[in-house]
């Protein structure tokens, strides 16, 4: 079957990188048996994409002619055990029209052809011919025709940029070439305009990898290799990768952010059951994601006990962390990957915490018949958890906003506390006690039975008395009907919270205070029928001027660790034709005040958590003792 390149390359490189062109080259050169191996790149300048040569040139057998036979068949697998599909090469004519190649082998042997679509190993002018006089094997591959409108990214021709590529991708192949004392040599050149830079890759530049045999369930012989190195010289670089068909293929195991600082380190894994884990162009990785979950879990655990051993700083700088997120999540102690701590990336660490945590829940939770004196125990302890996950929830609410500045819209206050434009029903679901807030306020109104954030009044009318006709366009920042359900009960309590950001001065502030009571007399009509009490929150800055304001309108403070007026005057609904009022508490606070009362209050529960975690902590170290 004849496969079309121009196809073959549109299907396999839709997506590439030119660095692939030089891996894929110094590949075939190692393959080949080359220890010289030289690439030059020359351009009048990076912008002009018709002066682009590049050559790449090597001492190894050359293109035989059973190497020939295999280069011209797109297909072919070069190893049954191993499911190449020789497609690499064709990175080659993602980026360059032309491909010359030029060949000597066997000594007295020359071939030279172009790598194009019409290459056959039957034309006989890609035959073989004899030449007079020796030559020293090799193969040298000369690109020409650039065929992309521009060089996306300049480091493409730089030779320490590509040198470090290079050294990524090949590095367990050329120390096992280090290990057996054999010489070789990668000189990588860049010429642009007038100005040349060299950079060389010799044993020199190999780290002394350590070799490391582990036991592994992953593996098919029951064992893997890691190939380390780990250096403090104030440089920081770490290279995870998996080796496959003498290529290196990156794994993530280091988090954003968690590379150690100051120390260049290579951990390359190696295992028989990884070799033909790659696509058909061998640079995307085709292994399981379950699999790569469980090498992952395994290759971070190894790193951790070289570590203890290499960098010791590393590790306790790990426990710290360990104890700081303990601290921060103690509900999820003993969930915690203690492998992943330090090493994934934070975030992921408390997910698959959480996970953990979840999975014994629901096995609890949906557990059929009666539950055992262990099961029980295990019951009673989750659920402690559970309130400590909430508790800490809390205070992960206030930190945030504690946080927020002046100028930061409210509508970033009034989505910490309830999502704006939700209509949330009595907490009868987990997410629902996580997706309200309203606690910040006073701890009653837990008792909620409809939260109502930024919708019309007409709605929250319809939510007290279902037959309601009242049309009112009137839009509270958060309503909350609380204390007993509107449907079975002749009167509920309601609540009205308006917001406004920080930052606002006097004349803007006191706003809230006609917002409140306009809410309050929209919500008349159904006073005394259905509404027996109503509450009115305005949170806003208040400055010294504001106070005074409030003081002369009859508001006075109230206790608080920060500042709040409470006025229980009575509203005035109208006047005419006869004076009508309402009872209604209305209070004015500073938001700084809402947030440090919610913290008092959950100081509480996060100081008898922590207590309860230091005698915990105790036992556990006498009960050590006493074993010992």
């Known amino acids: 079957m004849k496969v079309s390149l121009k196809q073959a390359v549109k299907l396999f490189y839709s997506q590439s990188s030119f660095d692939q062109i030089y891996q894929e080259a110094v590949a075939n050169a190692l393959d080949a048996g080359a220890r010289n191996i030289t690439i030059s790149f020359e351009a009048n300048s990076l912008t002009d994409v018709n002066s682009f040569k590049l050559s790449i040139s090597d001492d190894g057998v050359g293109f035989t002619d059973e190497r020939f036979k295999k280069f011209s068949k797109l297909m072919d697998v070069e190893d049954e055990d191993i499911k190449h599909r020789g497609l690499g090469r064709l990175v080659y004519l993602f980026y360059f029209d032309k491909v010359d190649v030029d060949s000597y082998f066997d000594c007295i042997k020359h071939r030279a052809f172009a790598f194009n679509e019409k290459l056959s190993d039957e034309d006989k002018e890609n035959a073989a011919e004899t030449i007079e006089e020796e030559h020293q094997s090799g193969a040298t591959l000369s690109f020409e025709g650039y065929n992309l409108t521009k060089l996306y990214k300049k480091e493409f021709a730089d030779p320490k940029w590509i040198k470090t590529k290079i050294l990524k991708k090949f590095v367990v192949q050329l120390f096992l070439l280090k290990q057996k004392e054999e010489k070789f040599k990668i000189s990588i050149k860049s010429r642009i305009a007038n100005r040349e830079i060299k950079e060389y890759i010799t044993p020199d530049s190999i780290p002394s990898l350590t ?11 029951g064992e893997m290799k890691m190939y380390y190195s780990v250096e403090e010289n104030g440089n920081t670089a770490v290279i995870t990768a998996m080796s496959i068909d003498n290529r290196s293929e990156p794994v993530e195991i280091f988090g954003e952010g968690n590379e150690p600082l100051g120390y260049e380190m290579f951990f390359i894994l190696y295992s028989d059951s990884f070799q033909g884990q790659t696509d058909a162009s061998r640079h995307k990785l085709e292994i399981q994601p379950s699999d790569l979950k469980i090498i992952q879990k395994e290759f971070r655990k190894q790193i951790k006990e070289i570590l203890k051993e290499k960098a010791p700083i590393i590790v306790e700088f790990h426990k710290k962390e360990a104890e700081r997120l303990q601290s921060e999540f103690p509900h999820l102690e003993g969930y915690f990957e203690e492998n992943e701590i330090g090493i994934s990336s934070r975030n992921e660490v408390i997910k698959t915490a959480q996970k953990r945590f979840m999975l014994d829940e629901r096995e609890l ?10 099961d029980y125990e295990k019951s009673m302890e989750l659920a402690g958890r559970t309130l400590t996950q909430y508790i800490t929830f809390r205070q992960y609410v206030i930190d945030k906003l504690k946080k927020i500045n002046e100028g930061e819209k409210e509508e970033v206050i009034h989505n910490l506390i309830v999502p704006k434009r939700q209509v949330i029903k009595a907490p009868n679901s987990y ?25 019309d009044t007409t709605e929250l009318l319809k939510q007290i008395e279902p037959d309601s006709t009242i049309q009112n366009i009137d839009r509270p920042d958060i309503a909350i009907i609380f204390s007993d359900n509107p449907k079975t009960a002749q009167k509920v309590d309601v609540v009205i919270v308006e917001l406004k950001k920080k930052g606002l001065k006097g004349g803007e502030n006191i706003k809230v205070e006609y917002q409140l009571e306009q809410r309050a007399r929209a919500l008349y009509p159904l006073f005394n029928k259905k509404i027996q009490s109503l509450w009115l929150y305005g949170v806003t800055q208040l400055d010294n001027d504001y106070k005074s304001t409030l003081d002369t309108m009859g508001y006075r403070p109230l206790l608080s660790k920060g500042t709040v007026y409470v006025n229980s005057n009575p509203i005035t609904i109208t006047t005419e034709p006869e004076r009508v009022i309402v009872p209604a508490v209305r209070y004015v606070m500073d938001i700084d005040a809402v947030v440090n009362d919610a913290e008092a209050r959950n100081k509480v529960f996060m100081d008898l958590i922590r ?14 003792s006493n074993n010992v």
Not at 211 to 221: G, H, K, Q, V, W
Request: glycine share 2%; charged share 40%.
């Open 211 to 221: 070799e490391r045999t582990f036991i592994s369930s992953y593996s098919l012989e």
């Open 365 to 374: 939770l949906f557990k059929r018949g009666t539950l055992s004196d262990l």
């Open 431 to 455: 997410l629902n006690v996580y997706r309200n807030n309203i606690w910040i306020f006073d701890d009653k109104f837990m008792t909620f039975d409809v939260v109502l954030s930024e919708k």
């Open 611 to 624: 207590e309860r975690m230091k005698t915990d902590e105790e036992e556990k170290k006498e009960v050590k």
